[in-house]
Each structure stands twice: as C-alpha cells, then as structure tokens.
T-cell receptor, first 110, second 115 residues
C-alpha cells in the first residue's frame, strides 16, 4: 500500500463544474502539499497545509489530520485548470522523506 | 526574482556514461531538493540539501549522488547510466531548513534520455 493515495486517478469535467480531488495518507506528517503539473513538466506549488483550510482564488484545500485526509476543490472549473494534481506529504517517518501521491489527471472540457 | 533554473533542459546519454545536472535556486533560498519523475514510478524523492549538507537521501542506489555549493547551487550526478534512469529530474528550492515544511519552488526539469 502506498503511503499517499489519491482519488480519482482521472477526472473529466465540464467547464463550470465543482471539482474535488482527494488525498489520503498513512504516515505521520509535518505538512501536506498540493502541486499542479501542466503538460511539459513544470510543477507549481498550490498549497501547503498543516491544519485547517486554505483558499486561493477558485481553489480551496482542506486537511483533516485525525483522519489523515485532504481535499482539493476547484470551483467554477475552467479548461486552463486541466493538469495533473499531485498530493505530497513531508513524512515524519522514513527519514523525513517527501512522499508523493500518484497524481490525478484532470481534463476540463469547454 | 528569477525562478529556479536547471541546466541542461534536455540530455541524451548512452548506457554506462555518467551525467551531471545543475540547479540554481531562487536567490536567498538555502534548501535544494531533487526528484526523479518517471511514467511508471511517478515522482520520487532523491535528496535534499541545506547549507551544503545533505540532510536526507531517498531510496536510490549509490550511483546517484549530489552536492550543494556555498552559493546554494546544487548538482546531482548519476554514474554508470542505465536505461531505467531515463526520467525528468526536477529540483526545487525553499527558504526553510527542512524541505517540505514551507513552499517549494520547482525548476522546469532536465529530461534525461538514456539510449
């Protein structure tokens, strides 16, 4: 079992839809990150969370430390949101490694 | 401020050769970390540096090594290249001492192809 899991693996949505991507982890963490990767490889950090909720524009990220679960929400989705979204955790175990989820590939259709 | 830069952007090598990749962090950032991304394994942590000290290393063979210089620039080296080393190699920089506890800024990556 992977230390960090994401669902769904792939997601297709219509422009304007509300989107949720989930991340669950099995290790103790110092922080959880949501990353966005566009075709071509460039990665942008969207959020870093250690508790609660953060909002930036149309993006909202939440984390529940007790349940070891985080969600990334995109409101009023747009085709430019099409990308791979990756959850990553700074683990307190395994020598303090940075562990990545497998990613969720999102396609938003116009 | 300029972002994280990586050189070269693309590289083609043959099996058995060795390669050195370079990463220049954002000015003022003292933490640099390296990652390998492949279609099969996804993103995997290679190593992290702070103030010229390797703080942690991922589960990779000893053929993978790195270092950080006094100006925070970092290099990673892969010796005796294997076909499976073909990947996108990403570096990221951050302000904090412990990678992953503050925002990481990623470079564009170096795409290595081993023939």
């Amino acid at each position: 079992k992977n230390e960090v899991e994401q669902s769904p693996q792939n997601l297709t949505a219509q422009e304007g839809e509300f989107i949720t991507i989930n991340c669950s982890y099995s290790v103790g963490i110092s922080a959880l990150h949501w990353l966005q990767q566009h075709p071509g490889g460039g990665i942008v950090s969207l959020f870093m969370l250690s508790s609660g909720k953060k909002k930036h524009g149309r993006l909202i990220a939440t984390i529940n430390i007790q349940e070891k679960h985080s969600s990334l929400h995109i409101t009023a989705s747009h085709p430019r949101d099409s990308a791979v979204y990756i959850c990553a955790v700074r683990s307190n175990n395994y020598g303090q490694n940075f562990v990545f989820g497998p990613g969720t590939r999102l396609s938003v259709l116009p | 401020k300029a972002g994280v830069t990586q050189t070269p952007r693309y590289l083609i090598k043959t099996r058995g050769q060795q390669v050195t990749l370079s990463c220049s962090p954002i000015s003022g950032h003292r933490s640099v970390s390296w990652y390998q991304q492949t279609p099969g394994q996804g993103l995997q942590f290679l190593f992290e540096y702070f103030s010229e000290t390797q703080r942690n290393k991922g589960n990779f063979p000893g053929r993978f090594s790195g270092r950080q210089f006094s100006n925070s620039r970092s290099e990673m080296n892969v010796s005796t290249l294997e076909l499976g080393d073909s990947a996108l190699y990403l570096c990221a920089s951050s302000l904090g001492q412990v990678v992953g506890t503050d925002t990481q800024y990623f470079g564009p990556g170096t795409r290595l192809t081993v023939l």
